[in-house]
């Protein structure tokens, strides 16, 4: 079975611009998570969509948004960028959104804001 | 405010020794916790878990420990092999909502 996939892989903005990360869950997935991981603050939580509904979401500006299609895959959308959003962003898929369902990541997309 | 923390950035072992990664967390409302593996260029990898109602889990080489008095849980890794050489993080939930993620360990292992 297929891990997550992450496209792209890499990416370089400048400040102001928007940008627009894919994420394609675990077949079966129905629940997708994004993170942002930056040097010494270790993974922070963004959203998580199950089912095309937000029903999760961190401490991000509204800068930050995303969606999720019937398909499950997913897409992160980030306006008016910033240094600071320069970051690793990772999405996990997970079978359900149950507790211990185990969050499966993918290999991220480094955005580099210049 | 870092609600799971990882006091130690790195951590170095020799091949064949025990490593133990610490892991503090805050919030008691906190009920599954889980290691996972960060290798470069790779997203984080499951490793292993542990619900609030055990306090050990072990699966091969690796156990966690889980005291909930302290608030704190420990992997071990026992023998340390050159390929467990990566960045360990420890993440917690409370209930069916997102992961809270420490800053993360990065073991070396010394051939």
């Known amino acids: 079975k297929a891990g997550v996939t992450q496209t792209p892989r890499y990416l370089i903005k400048t400040r102001g611009q928007q940008v627009t990360l894919s994420c394609s869950p675990i077949?079966?997935?129905?629940?997708v998570s994004w993170y942002q991981q930056t040097p010494g603050q270790g993974l922070q939580f963004l959203f998580e969509?199950?089912?095309?509904?937000?029903?999760n979401k961190g401490n991000f500006p509204g800068r930050f948004s995303g969606r999720q299609f019937s398909n499950s895959r997913s897409e992160m959308n980030v306006s008016t960028l910033e240094l600071g959003d320069s970051a690793l962003y990772l999405c996990?898929?997970?079978?359900?959104?149950?507790?211990?369902?185990?969050?499966?990541f993918g290999p991220g997309t480094r955005l580099t804001v210049l | 405010d870092q609600q799971v923390k990882q006091n130690s950035p790195s951590l170095s072992v020799q091949e064949g020794r025990i490593s133990i990664l610490n892991c503090d967390y805050t919030?008691?409302?906190?009920?599954?916790f889980l290691w996972y593996k960060k290798y470069p260029a790779e997203g984080p990898t499951f490793l292993i878990s542990?619900?609030?109602?055990?306090d050990k889990n072990e699966d091969g080489r690796f156990t966690v420990f889980l005291n909930k008095s302290a608030k704190h849980l420990s992997l071990h890794i026992v023998p340390s092999q050159p390929g467990d050489s990566a960045v360990y993080f420890c993440?917690?939930?409370?209930?069916?909502?997102?992961?809270?993620f420490g800053t993360g360990t990065r073991l070396t292992v010394i051939p």
């Open positions: 996990a898929s997970r079978l359900q959104a149950y507790n211990q369902d185990t969050q499966y």
């Open positions: 077949s079966g997935h129905r629940s």
């Open positions: 969509y199950f089912s095309e509904t937000q029903r």
């Open positions: 919030n008691s409302m906190f009920d599954y």
């Open positions: 542990i619900s609030s109602i055990k």
């Open positions: 993440a917690a939930s409370a209930g069916a909502n997102n992961l809270f």
